[in-house]
């Protein structure tokens, strides 16, 4: 195959995760667990709230004693005690024409089914008070179950952790939550002109840009990155960093070399690694053109171009989908799309996907922002950091004009 390269389509080549599964689960602190993905349903061991409570400071009442009383004309109750916060409402029994004062968040009493606010109550001395506004059952309370009724389902296998569900299994008394265990991401620069971005370039020499936002990159989409560091143009020295990579990670991904160069020795490894198919090489976007692809079974590895602007494409677009797959989310980037308008006419040509970098400016008749092209040579590095997403061209579109409605994926 060397020096073919069969081009695939975006959809074409997301197809090809469909035999990869989400990880196994781990057990992990429930303070550890934020951002992680649930790996089985949840239930209530027990109601949430606990008990009916008050959602004010007032007086728990019987609903009924409250009928018909107004400013004009109060209902007069005798208190027959306080419920303080952290102490049982279950000590208190209220009769008709009984309240107790009460605080919010405090259990109501026995047979008491409303509160009434402290704003419409007016104490005549210890033992008695005149409330002027009337209240219907379950006013001002929250009652025990509301939230979660006991054994109900809280949340559902697949579902993202995020500071609100840590809450609700707090309050259901977890500790400790089932999540699938993080994917790990061998990450390997290629090529004889790259040092550490510590060393100063020799001459012919530049720093490794891929490996630093590689692994942010990573990060960001949720799994743990393995730096390997910088390895020669030497098909050997390649082998056997990938060897090491799939001995530890679940994706491997190699920035650099995935082309048809003579030095671009990418395509050769993955094809003579043992148990290891090669899916793609090839798919039908700029920039990214010469990704691969290829499977070792649930493991994944990725030829990327070595052009840093490319090798991010490409992971927004592929392997950041595979990465929340493993990690349980499914196959999808999770990447904020909106509607925008072209700030002027962005060329295109029909048979691949454009991923044009774009600014984001205040739009104007239609509403919608304005999307300004970056453009600049390839491995420029300012245009990326400018850019606030990429505004997609489809592959029978031949352009697009100024004014012209299009979508931009946002980067995270």
Partial sequence: MKGFFQLIST?????????????????VPLD???????????????????????????????????????????ALLQVVGEVRMGQSG????????????????GELPDKADAVVMVEYSSP????SVELYRPVAPGENTIQAGDDYPQGA?????????????LGVLAGLGYSRVEVHRRPRVAIISTGDELVAPEQHPGPGQIRDINSTTLASLVRQAGAIPLNYGIIADDAAALEEACKRGLAEADVLLLSGGS?????????????????????????SIRPGKPTILARSGNQALFGLPGNVASAMVVFYLFVRPLLRKLGGLGCSGGLQTI??????????????????????????GSGLPLAEPLYGKSGLL?????????????????????????TVLLFP
């Fill in 90 to 105: 279950r000590s208190y029994f209220l009769r008709p024409g009984q309240a107790t004062r009460i605080w919010t968040g």
């Fill in 382 to 406: 300012k245009p990326l950091v400018q850019a606030q997403g990429l505004l997609v061209i489809g592959r029978d579109v031949e352009g697009l004009d100024q004014g012209a409605e299009a």
């Fill in 153 to 165: 389902a809280v949340l559902d296998r697949g579902q993202l952790l995020r500071p609100q569900e």
């Fill in 11 to 27: 959809m074409e080549f997301l197809d090809l995760f469909q035999p990869f599964h989400a990880l196994e689960s781990e057990s």
């Fill in 339 to 364: 509607r925008v308008e072209t700030g002027q006419q962005i060329p295109s040509t029909i048979g691949r996907e454009d991923y044009v970098r774009v600014r984001l400016v205040a739009g104007k």
């Fill in 32 to 74: 550890a667990s934020a951002g992680r993905v649930l790996a089985g349903e949840v239930l209530a061991g027990e109601a949430l709230p606990p008990f009916t409570r008050s959602t004010m400071d007032g007086y728990a009442v019987r609903a009924r004693d409250t009928f018909g009383c107004s400013e004009s004309e109060a």
């Fill in 124 to 127: 005549l001395d210890q033992e």
């Fill in 259 to 283: 082309s048809v160069g003579q030095r671009d020795y990418t395509l050769q490894v993955f094809e003579q690694l043992p148990g290891t198919a090669l899916l793609a090489h090839g798919v």
